[in-house]
């Protein structure tokens, strides 16, 4: 089984400073990580390589010093990365991201395809969903329990409230949630082998140009248009009430009028 | 000259940095209270590649090297000085010595089990007799058909009760004396073989610190380590890399102990004021962290120098002896910042302040490094 798992590197933050007037992030001084959720989407990879037959192969679209998040899923036991970066690629909206990562994908070959639910810097859900739409196979998102067996998968997918199981065909696509499993460690032998003897390969517009039209990468590519961005304010500190059951309903009741809510 | 880490160095102190904060200190105050063994959590240092650091592939170990190695005991001590001994016994101490001195046989058969963690190991030279004085062995090894018959005990012998595994250093002529000494590998289940009473300890409790005790002891030639009669200077050698995990393993404490007294003083508040505004807490830290910097330079050079195959003896006994005083002394000024607070065992740094102690006085005291040093400085 092939398996492609696509990250992102992040800050490692929630609260990313935003520049007020280019809109964009700034990320200078801020540590990076994998995006949590896309952690998880390793795990879940490596889970099917450990038990199958499986080649883990990981790809991320960023710039040049996305390279250690690669080696860390390399440290992990993916056995390929790929970077995908061009100058041609900067300014990509999700749209634009999505088809670009589309192209490297069909470019490599896949039967499994698992990204994470959203990057904690953009939180936008839709990279994942809109790679499979550009490949034209079947999506399922929020994964929250993963069991691949040779034919088939089955997702147990999360909604707030209840889930559904859903059983599908290869290829899929997965996206994955941070809470599906704890990510393993890399190993000491992992990191030697991701730096000494494993490599980091470079995709190029020049790559993929049959696959993915000039005018659908890059900013060129990119139909989002930022209004505004901002800072969300943080909410209050909670209450904490440790009271008996009918208590409890008075004080939420209250709350809620001096809300002007009821 | 760089004194900046490669790329893999930085990604090996991340994997270290997160293990420790997720695996090795919330056990850390426990280990020491109970001194108990921290068995699942060796497990997982096997898991994940820890008890092999510099071990080659082909022996199921990481391939990386001596500096990694350091960083590695540097940052498990940082949280838990149980844990970084732990490792550093096992690699420098047991697994090293058959690394470097092993017959592929030997190799095959034991620094495998090693470097995967599928065994640990540890090292018997100290005696009841024959502590700084090293040369004073007692423990006897007499050959008797395709064995030897070793008898005597061995002290103070950390991992001894966890370890599968133990080089044992005995006199096979005494006639010679140090040049009488020989190593072996002996197996925990051999015959006449067992283990004593657990010291109790002043720090690193957990460390399983016991008596090694041979009656008759049955060990197989093919299980001597090196030649007949150099078993000393094997020790000695041993010993040698040994430094680097100690220094290590006190840099980490003294860091460490610097790390969470910089979160206290931050917090705590008298006279109106955080603590960390005084400028003797400033100066304090201050004084401690260039302490502490050197103590490192002076380990990641030793380190660096075994990795290049260069002489290192000296370079590991003056890291070993100014890194284990300065978690000493860094610990004891820590603690002073904490006041009383510092003085409960609410407060790691008080488990600090004995763990640290230990690392002036193991794998050569202060007084021995000062030996080795002037011997080089050719002080005589």
Not at chain 1, 85 to 90: G, I, N, P, V
Not at chain 2, 38 to 58: D, F, H, M, N, S
Not at chain 2, 86 to 98: E, R
Not at chain 2, 134 to 142: D, E, I, L, P, R
Request: net charge negative; hydrophobic share 40%; proline share 3%.
């Amino acid at each position: 089984m092939k398996i492609i798992v696509c990250i992102k590197q992040v800050p490692n933050t929630n609260e990313v400073k935003l520049n007020q007037e280019t809109g964009t992030l700034i990320r200078d001084g801020v540590p990076s990580i994998i995006n949590p959720d896309d952690l998880a989407g390793i795990e879940a990879a490596l889970r099917i390589k450990d038990t199958r037959d499986a080649h883990v192969t990981v790809i991320t679209m960023g710039p040049p010093q996305a390279d250690v998040a690669l080696r860390e899923a390399l440290a992990m036991g993916c056995d390929d990365a790929y970077l995908i970066s061009d100058r041609a690629f900067a300014g990509a909206d999700t749209w634009a991201t999505s088809g670009t990562l589309a192209g490297a994908i069909n470019l490599l070959g896949y039967d499994l395809i698992i990204t994470g639910r959203q990057a904690i810097d953009g939180d936008t859900a839709q990279v994942g969903p809109q790679i499979a739409e550009h490949l034209g196979i079947p999506v399922i998102s929020y994964a929250e329990e993963i069991n691949a067996e040779d034919k088939t998968i089955t997702v147990k997918r999360q909604y707030e409230d209840r889930y559904q199981i859903i059983q599908a065909q290869y290829p899929v696509l997965i996206t994955a949630l941070s809470e599906l499993n704890q990510p393993r460690y890399m190993s000491v032998g992992g990191i030697v082998d991701a730096y000494d003897t494993k490599e980091v390969k470079s995709l190029a517009y020049v790559d993929l140009e049959h696959l993915v039209a000039r005018e659908n990468i890059g900013l060129k590519g990119s139909p989002t248009r930022v209004k505004k961005s901002f800072t969300k304010s943080p909410k209050g500190k909670g209450e904490l009430h440790q009271v008996s059951d009918d208590e409890s309903v008075e004080i939420i009741i209250r709350k809620l009028k001096e809300h002007h809510i009821l | 000259m760089d004194f900046s880490l490669s790329k893999k160095h930085e990604l090996l102190r991340d994997l270290y940095v997160k293990f420790a904060k997720d695996e090795v200190q919330p056990l850390a105050a426990e280990v020491d209270e109970t001194e108990q063994f921290p068995y699942g959590t060796v497990e997982k240092l096997a898991r994940y590649g820890l008890l092999g650091i510099p071990v080659p592939r082909e022996y199921g170990g990481a391939a990386a090297d001596n500096l990694a190695y350091a960083m590695a005991v540097e940052e498990l001590s940082k949280v838990c000085a149980t844990t970084g001994v732990i490792v550093s016994a096992h690699t420098s101490l047991c697994t090293a010595p058959i690394m470097e001195n092993g017959t592929p046989e030997q190799k095959e058969k034991y620094l495998t089990k090693l470097a995967t963690g599928e065994w640990l190991g540890a090292f018997g030279l100290t005696e009841p007799g024959a502590g700084t004085d090293a040369a004073g062995q007692q423990t006897t090894a007499v050959p008797n058909g395709d064995n030897y018959i070793l008898n005597g005990t061995k002290l103070f012998i950390t991992n001894a009760d966890a370890a599968h595994v133990y080089i044992i250093i005995a006199m096979t002529d005494k006639s010679k004396g140090t040049r009488g000494c020989t190593a072996f590998i002996v197996e925990k289940d051999f015959p006449g073989f067992s283990v004593g009473k657990q010291e109790k300890k002043m720090g690193i409790r957990g460390s399983a610190t016991c008596e090694l005790i041979m009656r008759d002891c049955v060990v197989p030639k093919a299980n001597m380590l090196g030649k007949e009669g150099q078993g000393f200077k094997l020790a000695m050698q041993t010993l040698d890399g040994g430094r680097i995990g100690i220094a290590a393993q006190a840099l980490g404490i003294a860091q460490g102990a610097i790390d969470i007294t910089v979160n206290y003083v931050k917090e705590r508040v008298q006279f109106g004021k955080r603590i960390s505004q005084f400028q003797n807490t400033q100066f304090e830290l201050a004084d401690m962290q260039t302490t502490v910097d050197a103590a490192r330079l002076l380990t990641y050079r030793a380190a660096y120098f075994k990795d290049k195959k260069q002489p290192y003896a000296n370079h590991a006994a003056m890291a070993k002896l100014f890194a284990s005083e300065a978690a000493s002394d860094v610990t004891r000024r820590c603690l002073q910042l904490h006041g009383g607070y510092g003085y409960t065992r609410e407060y790691a740094i008080e488990r600090m302040m004995r763990d640290a102690k230990i690392t002036e006085i193991y794998e050569g005291t202060s007084e021995v490094q000062k030996m080795v040093i002037a011997a080089h400085m050719k002080v005589n």
